[in-house]
């Protein structure tokens, strides 16, 4: 079975390809730039984990590159996506709720709407919402398309899931 962890930075899965446009990025398996054609035969990938990726490329490219991701996904094959949730943001942003309690320590909300913009890499260029994903993802062709929850994922990330 063949896994491509798109947009890997240090963010492993087991059993992952990790690819990423930082060659310096730990582990990284395949140096390529994911807003661009994939280096991956059409139909040739079992599943892929883009786990906070999707939103540092360009909301004008998000399309496009969706419309590549599922190329190189065999029939039946499997999308997640891991975003921050720009609805939860964007309320808390209206609310004037600036950070987030983790528990264990607070967060600026901001760097969910702009990324880290001390690293290049890191700056954030799209924004989702659960419907937005969803339509964006039925539109291209996805099926089974449904928004994961499981007792690890924050409030404030949106998983989603789909299957060529």
Same mark, same amino acid.
């Given at each position: 079975?063949?896994? *491509? !962890? ?11 390809? !990790? +690819? ?9 398996? +395949? ?28 909301? %004008?490219?998000?399309?496009? +590159?969706?419309?590549? /991701?599922?190329? %190189? *996904? ?7 996506? &891991? +975003? ?9 942003? *209206? ?9 264990? &320590? ?9 990324? !880290? ?16 994903? /969803? ?7 996805? &099926? ?6 499981? !007792? ?13």
């Amino acid at each position: 079975m063949k896994k *491509l !962890n798109l947009g890997s930075g240090n963010k492993f899965f087991e059993g992952y390809l !990790n +690819v990423d446009l930082d060659a310096n990025a730990p582990q990284v398996d +395949v140096v390529a730039d994911i807003s661009q054609t994939l280096p991956f035969a059409d139909e040739s990938i079992d599943a892929i984990m883009a786990s906070h990726s999707l939103e540092h490329i360009s909301y %004008v490219q998000t399309k496009e +590159v969706l419309v590549d /991701w599922k190329r %190189v *996904l065999k029939q039946d094959g499997v999308i997640d996506i &891991k +975003v921050p949730d720009g609805r939860f943001a964007m309320e808390a942003y *209206l609310k004037g709720s600036w950070c987030i309690d983790y528990g264990f &320590k607070e967060r600026n909300i901001l760097p969910m709407l702009y990324g !880290n913009h001390g690293d290049i890499y890191q700056l954030h260029r799209a924004l989702f919402s659960y419907q937005s994903l /969803w339509n964006l993802l039925n539109e291209i062709g996805f &099926k089974d398309i449904s928004r994961i929850y499981d !007792n690890g994922t924050p409030e404030h990330e949106l998983w989603m899931r789909g299957f060529k």
